[in-house]
């Protein structure tokens, strides 16, 4: 039954395979450390404190609660702002997404494309990269840099005026926030460029012979190639606006864990993260079931090619 | 690469071919659409940037003239020096260094042997520990926040010191670590095992061909990493919160210029206290000496990237960072 269970057993060569366990474990080691300490320890810790009521007597101590829910039960009652925050976060998310894509996308290509004066572009474009952080972006948001300057001077919102309130209220939304959707999409930009610059330029070629213009090899090819891509950047994306500093769900958890402690606390703050985490969960799954391949044959070919070589 | 110019009946065709993605000449219309898109989304980047900068420069009186939107009338410095006291800016700028780079060489190194590990070795429960990683780099850090926070507060970590930092960046456990070692996994996944596995044959033990043969191949991975990191640990303000502790002040332990740059507020009236209550017009805080300090504690790492942006655009697309 044990040489069954273990394919390996059928290797002649088992020392080697040990060895090669061990090396790896070895490399791993300090990483496998910090992980069970600070993720998987803490994660665990984490679950407990939300269940039971924390009181600093001598270090952490934990007692029980009414029922063991109960914490989770309050941040559905004690935080009125909950489902309006998560709301907006929701909307902001669906309209934002895209978006961020989209530009990506599109600035991936430009910049992959043949220019002149690339470097400089790059230069440029890489810049939210280094300085798009949560004070800097406060100070200009505060300063109303962060808006399209149109919109300043109501030329857009007289246009708008004529459509129906519930449309022209996102519009107006996210023209406010269109530069710092921008500002948002660095990495972004970088992982498609670097996703673009491994499409092999025979492919466009052998379909340009076949007859296809751009817009078709674009359809056709890198959108396809692409796929993997956006959905890994649709992924970080939802993650870093789900965790990033300006999130007001995040600010409000921080508020309910270290502002309010004796009405809410450590382990009221501890079971509304969970809360969160849970609902970025659903929006992961969401974004991953929309985006994930139709037929998986391309990326799983893909995967054993690699693996082959 | 140049294809020759097609026949002129097909001309028509020939530009339309060229609207994207194709990397052989473009049609006029097309160029100039493409060039007028850069620029627009250039001048969206820089926009921010040049308004910080022509704001800083800004005297009083420009402040409040609005003909004087960009270019000020006169040029001052007295923001930046208030800027400068106000975040007390040289002692803080030494301290973020230090917590920078300490913490960015450890994640390095650390994440590099793992993504090391991960690529080269198959071992027992390797799937086990990479879905570890994956759900380490999607689960908010604030789940873990308080408990990583007890943690090192029943060990006496938290005392402004740089302790927590290096204990975490050494244990693969820093600031966006999980995707620094995504992109070493990346990378070595795609060095061609047999040059490992040669110098093996020829005698290299498993950590000799490692730091002989691995590390050298693998400079871009390194490089980018280091400057993302780098860049990520002068930004991130939560964790450097917690990791000084709420008690931690500039004089007695570490600070960071963004945690200087989030109480700026704070900071200027309690450095301009006296002041503001006998002058209350003059030295009052305004936009200008804000943008200053918003200039300022970003303009170590725009001087890096202007040194280093060779470096990091190209080594962008060599190291790959995609996940496939």
């Known amino acids: 039954m044990a040489t069954k269970k273990n394919p390996l057993a059928k290797n002649r060569i088992t020392k080697r395979r040990l060895r090669e366990w061990g090396y790896g474990y070895l490399f791993l080691l300090p990483w496998i450390v910090g992980v069970c300490i600070f993720f998987v320890y803490s994660m665990a810790t984490s679950l407990n404190y939300s269940v039971h009521k924390i009181v600093f007597d001598q270090g952490v101590q934990t007692q029980p609660l009414e029922f063991w829910y109960k914490n989770y039960v309050d941040v559905f009652t004690l935080e009125t702002d909950l489902p309006t925050t998560l709301g907006s976060f929701t909307i902001s998310l669906v309209l934002q997404l895209p978006i961020i894509i989209a530009f990506s996308l599109i600035i991936a290509m430009l910049l992959n494309g043949n220019i002149r004066c690339r470097s400089v572009f790059r230069m440029i474009f890489f810049l939210p990269v280094i300085i798009a952080t949560g004070p800097v972006m406060n100070m200009l948001t505060a300063q109303g840099v962060a808006t399209v300057p149109m919109m300043s001077d109501g030329s857009l919102t007289q246009l708008l005026g004529n459509l129906p309130t519930f449309i022209s209220e996102p519009i107006t939304e996210l023209f406010n926030s269109l530069i710092l959707i921008l500002w948002n999409s660095g990495i972004q930009i970088l992982i498609f460029l670097s996703g673009l610059q491994k499409v092999s330029s025979t492919m466009y070629e052998a379909a340009k012979i076949d007859g296809a213009n751009g817009w078709e090899s674009f359809w056709k090819i890198t959108l396809p190639i692409l796929k993997p891509i956006i959905l890994l950047n649709s992924v970080y994306t939802v993650v870093a606006l789900a965790t990033g500093g300006n999130n007001e769900i995040i600010e409000l958890i921080y508020s309910a864990t270290y502002l309010t402690p004796w009405t809410k606390g450590y382990s009221y703050g501890m079971a509304f993260s969970w809360i969160y985490t849970a609902i970025i969960g659903v929006v992961l799954l969401v974004v991953f079931l929309l985006l994930k391949e139709k037929s998986d044959k391309h990326v799983v070919y893909e995967q054993k090619r690699i693996k082959l070589h | ?324």
């Open chain 2, 1 to 324: 690469m140049r294809l020759s110019m097609p026949l002129k009946g097909a001309r028509k065709d020939y530009y339309k071919k060229k609207l994207l993605g194709s990397n052989d000449r473009r049609g006029w219309i097309m160029s100039f659409v493409v060039y007028l898109l850069l620029i627009t989304i250039a001048f969206i980047y820089l926009y921010p940037v040049l308004y910080m900068f022509s704001r800083s420069l800004m005297g009083k009186n420009d402040l409040l003239d609005a003909s004087a939107k960009w270019i000020p009338s006169s040029v001052t410095l007295s923001n930046y020096n208030s800027a400068i006291a106000t975040m007390d800016y040289w002692n803080s700028l030494w301290k973020n260094l230090a917590i920078a780079l300490v913490s960015t060489l450890c994640q390095v190194f650390v994440c590099s042997l793992a993504g090391y590990a991960f690529a080269r070795y198959n071992f027992p429960g390797k799937m086990i520990w990479m879905g570890v990683l994956i759900l380490s780099f999607l689960l908010p850090a604030q789940t873990i926040a308080v408990p990583n926070f007890l943690l090192f507060n029943s060990f006496k970590l938290v005392d402004g010191t740089l302790k927590p930092f290096i204990i975490t960046s050494i244990l693969g456990q820093g600031f966006k670590s999980c995707l620094c070692i995504l992109i070493f996994y990346n990378f070595h996944r795609q060095v061609p095992q047999s040059l490992i596995e040669a110098a093996e044959i020829d005698g290299a033990g498993h950590i000799k061909a490692y730091f002989q043969i691995a590390i050298p191949l693998s400079a871009a991975a390194i490089i980018v990493v280091t400057l993302f990191s780098f860049v990520w640990y002068w930004n991130e303000v939560d964790l450097v919160r917690t990791y000084l502790g709420s008690t931690n002040d500039r004089n007695t332990g570490l600070t960071t210029l963004m945690l200087e740059l989030n109480k700026f507020e704070d900071s200027y009236n309690a450095v301009y206290a006296t002041h503001a209550q006998s002058t209350t017009s003059t030295n009052r805080l305004n936009d200008a000496i804000k943008m200053a300090g918003t200039m300022l504690s970003i303009a170590p790492m725009m001087l890096m990237y202007f040194f280093l942006q060779k470096q990091f655009v190209e080594s962008v697309d060599k190291a790959g960072i995609t996940g496939e």
